[in-house]
Nanobody, 125 residues
């Protein structure tokens, strides 16, 4: 059974940082791109960042560019999202996702085959 498990969410003050992790099990994603999405209350799930299979190509939504960094450890089957300079509008449930048979970065939900259960990030003073 394939599972993606996010961790690292929590409450942080504006301007603070968090590092999310997403550990995959049940199969390797060493040749697949992975990504992060988020969903705020009452809003659609939106793309945040994607990384290609080997980790040499990344792409970010404009809203997080320059503040968030996606990375991966292929050996650990894990993807990370370093979030700096957090803003209240970054408050959302954050989901990691993995493609199946797709090595290049992807920005739409339909391109991802596997999803984690989500981790809450709240930015508030």
């Amino acid at each position: 059974q394939v599972q993606l498990v996010e961790s690292g969410g929590g409450l942080v003050q504006p301007g603070g940082s968090l590092r999310l992790s997403c550990a995959a099990s049940g199969r390797t994603f060493s040749t697949d791109a992975m990504g992060w999405f988020r969903q705020a209350p009452g809003k659609e799930r939106e793309f945040i960042a994607s990384i290609n299979w080997i980790g040499r190509s990344t792409y970010y939504a404009d809203s997080v560019k320059g503040r968030f960094t996606i990375s991966r450890d292929i050996a650990k089957n894990t993807v990370y999202l370093q979030m700096n300079s957090l803003k209240p509008e970054d408050t959302a449930v954050y989901y990691c996702a993995a493609r199946s048979g797709g090595s290049s970065i992807a920005m739409t939900k339909g391109e991802y085959a596997y999803w984690g259960q989500g981790t809450q990030v709240t930015v508030s003073s």
